[in-house]
């Protein structure tokens, strides 16, 4: 019985201590969390009410909209350094500033366009047409003398070496005509029609038989 009564005894004992420990645990962490509804309305600062009397004092609707090199309005008390002009309005100095620079740039002279031409095809013919008169190319026309057409390349071969027989240098170039495919010898190309002339001329001479073609530049 006395073993039973000192352990019921110590049980009690752990046990008030540990509720003790508990409610003190609990009253610590009530003292430091914040209590709703009571911390809201903070003391205010002396320093506090200047500097925000001053921030809405400056306070500029249109700054947003100036961008980041908006010219900042002077503080009252300055206006009184800026002359006045005519009619008692006062110029701030950065319009000031403005209005020589807006003057410099009027002043500046304005650089001509090209005028743009409403007929440029036009503008080409004529500019050849000018071209032809101040004499850089009197004939529009490129010149060779064809010395015959064959149905084989040997044949123009042949034609081509007795050309060269006379001092004449030519080439053959094929060409497909009426479905068939023509082997022509040609000596040229002559810039003027008089070189063409000449030259067939002397073929004409050799019995030659020889053809003046024109082409378009």
Same mark, same amino acid.
């Given at each position: 019985?006395?073993?039973?009564?000192?352990?019921?005894?110590?049980?009690?004992?752990?046990?008030?201590?540990?509720?003790?420990?508990?409610?003190?645990?609990?009253?610590?962490?009530?003292?430091?969390?914040?209590?709703?509804?009571?911390?809201?309305?903070?003391?205010?600062?002396?320093?506090?009410?200047?500097?925000?009397?001053?921030?809405?004092?400056?306070?500029?609707?249109?700054?947003?909209?100036?961008? !980041?090199?908006?010219? !900042?309005?002077?503080?009252?008390?300055?206006?009184?350094?800026?002359?006045?002009?005519?009619?008692?309005?006062?110029?701030?100095?950065?319009?000031?500033?403005?209005?020589?620079?807006?003057?410099?740039?009027?002043?500046?002279?304005?650089?001509?366009?090209?005028?743009?031409?409403?007929?440029?095809?036009?503008?080409?013919? !004529?500019? !050849?047409?000018?071209?032809?008169?101040?004499?850089?190319?009197?004939?529009?026309?490129?010149?060779?003398?064809?010395?015959?057409?064959?149905?084989?390349?040997?044949?123009?071969?042949?034609?081509?070496?007795?050309?060269?027989?006379?001092?004449?240098?030519?080439?053959?170039?094929?060409?497909?005509?009426?479905?068939?495919?023509?082997?022509?010898?040609?000596?040229?190309?002559?810039?003027?029609?008089?070189?063409?002339?000449?030259?067939?001329?002397?073929?004409?001479?050799?019995?030659?038989?020889?053809?003046?073609?024109?082409?378009?530049?």
């Amino acid at each position: 019985m006395k073993t039973q009564r000192g352990g019921t005894l110590l049980g009690l004992i752990i046990g008030a201590l540990i509720g003790l420990g508990a409610a003190l645990a609990v009253a610590v962490y009530i003292t430091k969390v914040p209590v709703p509804f009571m911390n809201k309305s903070q003391p205010r600062n002396p320093d506090s009410d200047a500097a925000e009397a001053k921030k809405n004092k400056d306070w500029n609707p249109n700054a947003p909209l100036a961008g !980041k090199n908006a010219v !900042k309005p002077p503080p009252a008390g300055e206006l009184g350094n800026v002359p006045a002009e005519p009619g008692g309005a006062v110029t701030p100095p950065g319009a000031a500033a403005s209005s020589s620079s807006s003057a410099a740039v009027t002043a500046a002279p304005k650089t001509a366009k090209p005028a743009v031409s409403a007929d440029p095809l036009g503008d080409l013919a !004529k500019a !050849k047409l000018e071209g032809l008169a101040n004499g850089a190319s009197a004939d529009p026309f490129t010149y060779f003398v064809q010395a015959g057409a064959f149905r084989t390349p040997e044949d123009a071969e042949q034609q081509r070496a007795r050309l060269s027989l006379l001092g004449l240098q030519a080439k053959v170039s094929e060409r497909e005509q009426s479905g068939r495919t023509v082997y022509r010898v040609r000596l040229g190309p002559f810039d003027k029609k008089d070189e063409a002339d000449k030259v067939k001329e002397r073929l004409d001479s050799n019995s030659i038989e020889t053809a003046l073609v024109r082409v378009q530049r």
